[in-house]
């Protein structure tokens, strides 16, 4: 691998993100030792850049930081995965009850073509969660708030460590789609009681079946 450029960010946020995405990709695994000498030689840096990008990367919670012993990929128990799934659960309920109440005929019409394009989508596991992903941000995007878009940002890379595997249950990526359906019939229909707990329904049936 030839040495990184510096791009207009950090050079340590760039190599965060490219950690970030190994970590999602499932190159590096959950429970996995991060070999900081192998990297900083692969990617043609100092271990400077390296160890502030994994502090960036522990403070989202995907990487762990262990006395004497180093940076590990986070193993996300259970407890921490119906954490994160309730708080979810939460702040996304409440954004899918602000869209209903306010969003305009056109945002409307977006999250609608969103999830057209995820209808088609399924079967197609990578393809579905990239969708799947773009339908929550971009109703977050029409609730407009950034403090709950940032705690969301931040559960979100947690709930990545074990998501891969929610959907590989059989029949869920089909019950999903059905819940989105739901969550979509409540948002056209401006009902937010209805939005936010087809929302709750979502989170509850995904944390079942990433369990």
Not at 30 to 49: F, N, V
Not at 124 to 135: K, S, V
Not at 169 to 194: F, N, P, W, Y
Request: hydrophobic content about 45%; aromatic content about 6%; proline content about 1%.
């Amino acid at each position: 691998m030839s040495a990184l450029s510096l791009a207009p960010r950090a050079l340590y946020e760039e190599v965060a993100e490219l950690l970030r995405q190994r970590i999602f990709r499932r190159e590096l695994e959950p429970g996995a030792w991060i070999d900081e000498m192998r990297l900083a030689e692969a990617y043609g840096i100092s271990r400077t850049p390296l160890r502030e990008a994994l502090k960036v990367l522990a403070a989202e919670g995907l990487v762990t930081m262990k006395v004497r012993r180093g940076a590990y990929v986070t193993e996300v128990s259970d407890t921490d995965l119906a954490d994160v799934y309730h708080l979810l659960a939460l702040l996304e309920s409440d954004a899918a009850s602000e869209v209903a109440k306010r969003a305009t005929d056109a945002e409307l019409s977006e999250l609608q073509t969103l999830h057209v394009k995820l209808e088609a989508a399924c079967g197609d596991r990578e393809t579905f969660f990239q969708i799947n992903e773009q339908f929550h941000t971009l109703l977050l995007n029409i609730a407009n708030n950034r403090w709950r878009d940032q705690m969301v940002m931040d559960l979100r890379k947690v709930m990545k460590l074990a998501r891969h595997n929610s959907l590989l249950k059989v029949g869920r990526m089909e019950e999903s789609l059905t819940e989105h359906r739901a969550i979509l019939t409540a948002l056209l229909a401006r009902d937010a009681t209805q939005a936010a707990q087809s929302m709750q329904n979502h989170f509850k049936n995904g944390l079942e079946a990433a369990a």
